[in-house]
């Protein structure tokens, strides 16, 4: 088992989730499902990348720092 602990990315405040060798995302929609997803898949792909800022420019064409918005005084990243 593995648990995945998400803090302030896209939509989501806060989740912390357990992962199993097989887990399915079901909810409506902007409920922050591919969020999850994002930062599952951000997170695995990390260490064989070595440089989450190329990984952030593959994904979405730019670095952290120009995707990184800020809501109500809050640092949102959209990945």
């Given at each position: 088992?593995v ?7 896209r939509c ?10 097989i ?15 994002y ?24 670095k ?6 800020i ?9």
């Open positions: 088992m648990k995945l602990r998400v803090v302030n990315w989501i405040d806060e989740v912390e989730i357990e992962l199993k060798p887990t399915v995302l079901l909810g409506r929609n902007a409920t922050g499902k591919s969020s999850l997803a930062a599952a898949y951000l997170l695995a792909k990390a260490p064989e990348r070595g440089n989450i800022t190329e990984l952030l420019r593959r994904l979405y064409g730019t952290l720092d120009e995707i990184v918005r809501d109500r005084g809050k640092r949102i990243y959209p990945v």
